[in-house]
């Protein structure tokens, strides 16, 4: 069955810390992929997404994600971290174009805290 | 990026009471709306797929007579929750699809909170 992983529940690093969020697919093809962020009691903020061509994606707020299609991981990374990227973020895959279903498969969310 | 906005963003009422929300679309036009509910602390859970003009799409275990979807024009879907009691309490967010032909994108919503008491 089609599924999206994000290993760590939580994650603690300190404010101006480099960050790597992992991110692990399994899927029949190469999905589209995304990266959003969620602020508590907010909405969902796409942060980058891939679809196909240099498998470095840069984002917006400083993060980038690498699509490696052999470990079938799409991690996200920020060289260093701000007290206000603390917040929950999820990875999803669209598998639209493979399956016909526009619906998104979410992981289950990375939370992050920042140490000042 | 492209936005799309919920009303209201939290809404208090008495069990029994229906609840309306609505998700718009401020800047395109979407064919596809998705409805999520979140539990506190948990992922996204798809409750259904909003397509205009047609009836809504919805998943495995969500009561179609008790989260009425409509999703009357490009811009807007709306999700009722009818006769609402506190397990219906929770998070929910929108999202509309966009974008050229092979990248399309999902824009959520800032979601609304439900407190049914």
């Known amino acids: 069955a089609q599924s999206v992983t994000q290993p760590d529940i939580h994650i603690t690093v300190s404010e101006g810390a480099s960050l790597e969020l992992r991110c692990n697919y399994s899927y029949g093809a190469t999905p589209y992929l995304f990266w959003y962020v969620q602020s508590p009691g907010q909405g969902l903020q796409l942060l980058l997404k891939?679809?196909?061509?240099?498998?470095l994606v840069q984002g917006i707020k400083g993060f980038e994600a690498e699509f490696k299609r052999s470990q079938s991981s799409f991690n996200l990374r920020k060289p260093s971290v701000h007290w206000s990227d603390a917040a929950e973020y999820f990875c999803a895959v669209d598998p639209f174009y493979t399956s016909g279903t526009y619906k998104y498969i979410f992981g289950t969310g990375t939370r992050l805290k920042v140490l000042a | 990026g492209a936005v799309v906005s919920q009303h209201p963003s939290r809404v208090i009422c008495k069990s029994g009471t229906s609840v309306k929300i609505e998700c718009r679309s401020l800047?395109?036009?979407?064919?596809?709306m998705f409805w999520y509910r979140q539990f506190p602390k948990q992922s996204l859970m798809l409750m259904a797929t909003?397509?205009?003009?047609?009836?809504?799409?919805?998943e495995q275990g969500v009561e179609k007579d008790k989260f009425l979807i409509n999703h009357a024009s490009l811009t807007l879907s709306t999700l009722t929750v009818a006769s609402a009691h506190p397990e219906d309490s929770s998070f929910y967010i929108c999202?509309?699809?966009?974008?050229?032909?092979?990248?399309?994108?999902?824009?959520f919503g800032p979601g609304t909170r439900l407190l049914v008491l």
């Open positions: 909003s397509n205009e003009g047609s009836k809504a799409t919805y």
């Open positions: 800047d395109f036009q979407a064919t596809t």
């Open positions: 999202s509309a699809r966009v974008g050229p032909q092979g990248q399309e994108t999902q824009y």
């Open positions: 891939y679809f196909s061509g240099d498998t």
